[in-house]
């Protein structure tokens, strides 16, 4: 009994020592880490929007798939949204920002937080990724398929292809929500 | 002549990944590119080195039935202590990283390590242990980045520095890769060669002492 408590309680001075000193840490990286969030964020939001201004964040419940949206706006006209939606990639879920403008096309996308491979679903970050998205959606179907991208494009998802479909799948969901939401 | 040993056995003659083919998963994944190659590398160093350390100065105060949980929790604090720093300090590198930073953890070369010798050695020894292991392992992974980037996407990324984008283009094969390198299967064909190159270099090594 006596043994009991000396390893117990041995085991719990490790951890509370360990807890202090990641608490200390926390403490020195948090702010950083939180200001170098918003920045992104604040980036990706102007990256996205292609002409006008991004309004206030409005956030949507019982959507599956659709966490906010903002309204891009210029001069009181109404040019679109831009969705902030979440996609099943391989490595869990991923966030993406999208612009759509009024009939529902896709003006840009970015690929925001995300666990997706090195080298292959992460490639999704850069810009000339998501090229085969942009002017898709309203009347020309969103591709959700690699049978629907050219030969180029269709290499640039190869080994990757659980994160293109997830993109692709978030988009679409991104565009029948804007349907409902100009009703 | 023992001390110098505990350093350099990681390099080559104990070398993790080809010879005792510890921390596979790391390497098969976080190969595609070097930079990757070199941050994980990193971070193993710091991680392998701290869990090292604090294992061999505690070895009489943790109880030989607890010493696995001990061990983790030692681990997983470094771990998490770099996955913060690298978050706020370098986050381009933690970006590309991504989840196999917290995956550190269970990198059997450091466990491994923990367990193997720094349990049974002095402070001195485990630092020495740490270092050699870890430098080796993260030549092995920047070797096998090495081939699987230029031949599976015909470049080769390392830090940008000033006008340098980071991104060297070699000529031919940026054109026309072979993209499979840099997939699965290439990891596992690149790995396999590599461990027989080893293998043969060290059985003429062996005869060459007879």
């Not at chain 1, 949206?69 to 920002?97: C, F, Q, S």
């Not at chain 1, 269709?154 to 679409?172: H, M, P, R, V, Y």
Request: neutral net charge.
């Amino acid at each position: 009994m006596k043994s009991f408590a000396v390893i117990g309680g041995k085991l719990a001075l490790i951890c509370a020592i360990a807890a202090t000193a990641l608490g200390f840490v926390n403490n020195l990286t948090e702010p950083r880490i939180r200001e170098f969030k918003a920045k992104q964020l604040e980036e990706a939001l102007s990256a996205v929007v292609v002409r006008g201004k991004a309004g206030e964040e409005k956030p949507v419940e019982g959507v599956p798939g659709v966490l906010s949206y903002y309204p891009i706006e210029e001069r009181n006209n109404a040019l679109g949204y831009i969705l902030k939606l979440i996609g099943a990639g391989y490595g869990g879920d991923m966030v993406l920002l999208a612009s759509y403008d009024t009939e529902g096309v896709i003006q840009a996308v970015r690929l925001m937080e995300n666990q997706e491979t090195p080298g292959l679903g992460k490639e999704a970050e850069k810009d000339q990724y998501m090229e085969k998205f942009i002017g898709t959606g309203g009347k020309n179907p969103i591709p959700v398929r690699k049978s629907q991208l050219t030969q180029e494009q269709a290499d640039s998802i190869t080994g990757a292809s659980i994160t293109f479909i997830g993109i692709a799948k978030a988009l679409e969901t991104g565009a029948v929500f804007l349907e409902t939401l100009e009703d | 002549m023992r001390i110098m040993q505990e350093f350099t056995k990681g390099l080559f003659k104990e070398n993790p990944i080809f010879i005792i083919l510890l921390g596979l998963c790391p390497t098969l994944a976080v190969s595609t590119q070097v930079v990757n190659a070199l941050g994980m590398g990193a971070g193993v160093i710091f991680v392998l080195l701290g869990s090292n350390i604090f294992v061999a100065l505690l070895k009489n105060f943790i109880p030989e039935k607890i010493r696995i949980p001990s061990y983790i929790v030692i681990i997983a604090s470094f771990v998490t202590i770099v996955e913060m720093v690298m978050q706020a300090y370098i986050p381009d590198l933690y970006k590309n990283l991504g989840i196999f930073v917290p995956l550190i953890v269970v990198n059997c070369v450091i466990l491994g390590r923990a367990e193997a010798f720094a349990k049974n050695n002095s402070v001195g020894h485990a630092i020495l242990d740490a270092l050699g292991m870890g430098i080796g392992f993260t030549l092995a992974l920047s070797l096998i980045a090495l081939i699987r980037e230029s031949l599976g996407a015909g470049t080769i990324t390392l830090f940008p520095i000033g006008d340098f984008s980071g991104t060297l283009r070699i000529p031919v094969l940026s054109k026309a890769p072979a993209r499979v390198i840099g997939l699965a299967s290439g990891a596992l064909l690149v790995m396999g060669y590599l461990k027989g190159l080893f293998n043969w270099v060290g059985a003429r090594r062996k005869e060459a002492v007879k």
